[in-house]
């Protein structure tokens, strides 16, 4: 279910970046950053210079949005203002795929982190009802992503692959596969990766991130975009486009960020793990 006009290996559009990207446009452009990604919530409403920069570069390359503060799992009203301000902003840029989190982040206020939501039944019918009403206003599917966590609700009802199976099939949306959050999650609640995949709606699936983290002291992994991506991680990459095909995928740096050279090294990576899932062109019968 790849989104109209994203296809490939993907950067996250950060504000540190720009100055090489502008240099990078009078230069050497590199050739495996297909798209880009960016947080609305950033940007929307922007003016002045940030404004400027922003449509010079979504005039030139195509962006995908990556929510951060919808609260879909939450127990406030949705954020239907934030939504219609989100619409508008994808509209003026021509952006064509939306994605957030399956979580929630907010009660009286925002709570600036992503936690995770009751695997029970109505859980499922409370999300589902704010997803299929976030499509309304956007006029369009979203794709939800499986989120790292590092405790469990209580009271769960189903695993957690079967809560995300039965909320992407009561919203009818789609399925954001973040391979990142996969591994996070099974070394710190030790299951097997694999098998987890293996129990999402992959047939959903319209896009992937991937990312670095960060290990504790005490061996738990934290989900932090501030690092290399580890080996094990490019493995189930691997793993995933063998069950999805090379939908798009984004390489997400939040902290610690590189110089766009070295980034560029991680996303020609995916964009080379990617042709490995290529069809061959078809021969032409002589």
Excluded at 117 to 129: E, H, L
Excluded at 157 to 171: L, P, Y
Excluded at 248 to 254: G, I
Aim: glycine share 8%; charged share 25%; net charge negative.
């Amino acid at each position: 279910m790849k989104p109209a006009g994203i296809s490939g290996a993907g950067l996250g559009f950060r504000r540190e970046l720009i100055p090489d990207l502008k240099a990078a446009q009078l230069g050497a452009w590199p050739a495996a950053v297909s798209f880009f990604e960016l947080a609305p919530e950033n940007w929307a409403g922007m003016g002045g210079r940030s404004a400027k920069d922003l449509r010079a570069f979504t005039e030139a390359h195509p962006f995908v949005c990556h929510g951060l503060s919808l609260d879909l799992g939450g127990p406030r009203p949705l954020d239907e203002a934030l939504l219609r301000r989100i619409r508008g902003f994808m509209r003026e840029h021509g952006i064509p795929l939306y994605t957030e989190h399956l979580s929630w982040c907010g009660d009286d206020g925002h709570l600036y982190d992503l936690l995770p939501i009751p695997c029970t039944g109505d859980a499922v019918k409370w999300v589902a009802s704010r997803i299929r009403r976030a499509q309304d206003i956007l006029e369009m599917r979203i794709g939800i992503e499986n989120a790292s966590y590092y405790v469990a609700p209580p009271g769960a009802e189903m695993s957690e692959g079967e809560f995300i199976r039965a909320v992407v099939e009561e919203a009818d949306c789609l399925l954001h596969l973040d391979v990142n959050n996969i591994y996070v999650n099974s070394r710190n609640f030790g299951f097997d990766p694999l098998e987890f995949m293996d129990a999402l709606p992959l047939e959903r699936t319209c896009y992937l991130h991937m990312a670095g983290h960060y290990v504790e002291p005490d061996g738990v992994l934290v989900d932090t975009h501030g690092a290399d991506v580890i080996d094990p991680v490019w493995a189930l990459l691997d793993a995933a486009y063998a069950r999805v095909g090379p939908l798009p995928t984004c390489l997400e740096r939040d902290f610690n960020i590189p110089p766009l050279a070295k980034l560029a090294g991680e996303v020609e990576r995916i964009a080379a793990v990617q042709m490995c899932y290529r069809a061959p062109p078809a021969r032409v019968a002589a």
